[in-house]
């Protein structure tokens, strides 16, 4: 999928999804809570969750989970929305699957094509074919610092390192961290993987490149996104203005 774009003086990257491969962790961590209540983590549920911060996330899912009821009126299963927040807080469920992620976290891979683009805009900031780069993360710094913990060396080539707490209600939010900020929110490229990530920066009036799962490739073209890859080793930086690979 391919637009009409602007070129880019600033690029955003989210982290969970789109540089590292640490959803499968937090689905996991999910369902094994879960598990002790009969219930199920859904695909739905994974997507509503992505691009919250962790207490966010937390308190949505125990509101909304749900289970499945046999009717034996109808001879069928009904999908029951009926959340298990009377049964374990927000603050019990963290700290049971911060326990979890605890442990998975540190053995998180780099997704293809993350650390090669990361290097090459840093390369080019170097011989002054200046790019700024920014992480933006709704994950605590802990939480980040545990699954980065192998890959210190590239993404520390990224100057900033936000941790976003609530949501970003206007552009400039997203982009007063940089020294020297865009002129204009559509001269910065977020590259997102959750649909809450892509909606925020298409309503913010940036320019994204999504990387979705699979299962959210659909939505990630009805949102707008100005291109969906299946990695980031499709991305071609000079459709949008950036220095070719070299």
């Not at 326990?99 to 997704?111: H, S």
């Not at 390369?123 to 192998?150: H, N, T």
């Amino acid at each position: 999928m391919t637009k009409s774009t602007t070129n880019v003086t600033h690029v955003i990257f989210d982290v969970d999804g789109t540089l590292l491969d640490t959803e499968i962790y937090y689905s996991m961590a999910n369902q094994a809570i879960l598990n002790r209540f009969g219930r199920e983590f859904t695909p739905e549920m994974q997507a509503q969750m992505m691009g919250k911060n962790g207490q966010s996330a937390n308190e949505w899912l125990l509101k909304e989970v749900g289970h499945f009821s046999f009717s034996c009126s109808f001879l069928l299963y009904c999908y029951l929305k009926v959340g298990i927040s009377d049964q374990i807080s927000p603050e019990d469920f963290g700290s049971a699957k911060d326990a979890i992620l605890a442990k998975t976290f540190p053995q998180c891979q780099a997704l293809p094509g993350a650390e090669r683009l990361v290097r090459h805009l840093a390369k080019k900031q170097l011989l002054r074919l200046d790019v700024p780069m920014a992480i933006c993360s709704g994950s605590c710094m802990r939480k980040f610092m545990l699954k980065s913990v192998k890959h210190r060396d590239w993404l520390d080539l990224i100057p900033i390192q936000v941790i976003v707490v609530g949501k970003l209600k206007h552009w400039f939010s997203f982009t007063s961290w940089f020294p020297v900020p865009p002129k204009d929110p559509s001269h910065v490229l977020v590259f997102e993987d959750s649909p809450n990530g892509g909606k925020a920066a298409k309503a913010a009036g940036m320019q994204c490149v999504m990387i979705p799962e699979p299962k959210f490739r659909r939505q990630s073209f009805d949102l707008g996104a100005d291109k969906v890859l299946s990695s980031l080793e499709e991305f071609v930086p000079e459709e949008f203005g950036l220095p070719p690979f070299d």
